[in-house]
């Protein structure tokens, strides 16, 4: 079957996320996403209006999906799910997506200091926080509001370091073998994650 031909949206899309990636988004111009697109000036502008809009529309497109999946597990896992449940259910939906094509923009994403783009990230991360910190206030009653947050801010940013770090770890880990799959470090993480949320505060 002969694969057809990406919409002209999609391929705004794909090019933005490239260079945004590659280059920074100061440094990419609507001209050369539309040169490395192959589309017209004016397509970007009737499907984004600005390059505020594409921006935000390229991040949305990643973590939104993952966003819901982590809802939709959060529920599943009842009313009273288990620590270990509720770290599943943060982790899973990221962990288990091949990002090697977007490491370049994640990584610009949480690199970049502009308001901008930390607005953004708040807009499409805000409701998984403020949902995910609820669970794990319920789960974990004796932990302050404030020590949930600083906990999941470092598993988030564990996270982070292993799916970017993904493709370099059958070398840095040679020992695994053919266990290197998403559930071993899936597995691994949660354990990580679980001791960290459970040691006493202030410790």
Avoid: C
């Avoid at 999609?10 to 001209?31: C, M, V, Y």
């Avoid at 094509?101 to 200091?113: D, E, H, K």
């Amino acid at each position: 079957m002969i694969a057809r031909p990406a919409d002209t949206k999609t391929r705004i899309l794909d090019a933005a996320e490239k260079l945004f990636g590659q280059n920074g988004f100061d440094a990419t111009s609507l001209r050369d996403i539309t040169a490395e697109a192959d589309v017209n000036l004016a397509a970007v502008n009737y499907h984004f209006q600005s390059k505020d809009s594409l921006i935000d529309a390229v991040i949305a497109r990643r973590v939104e999906p993952v966003n819901q999946r982590r809802l939709e597990m959060l529920e599943a896992a009842g009313p009273n799910p288990t620590l270990e449940q509720i770290l599943i259910a943060f982790l899973h939906p990221i962990m288990h997506v091949d990002f090697s094509a977007v490491y370049p923009l994640m990584a610009r994403v949480l690199a970049t200091p502009d308001a901008f783009v930390t607005r953004l990230f708040k807009k499409h991360l805000g409701i998984i926080v403020e949902r995910f910190a609820d669970a794990f206030s319920a789960a974990l009653p004796e932990l302050s509001r404030s020590e949930i947050m600083w906990r999941m801010h470092f598993t988030a940013g564990a996270m982070a370091h292993v799916i970017s770090r993904a493709h370099a770890m059958p070398e840095l880990m040679p020992d695994l073998g053919s266990k290197f799959d998403y559930q071993t470090v899936l597995a691994q993480l949660v354990t990580f994650a679980a001791a960290g949320f459970r040691a006493q505060e202030g410790i």
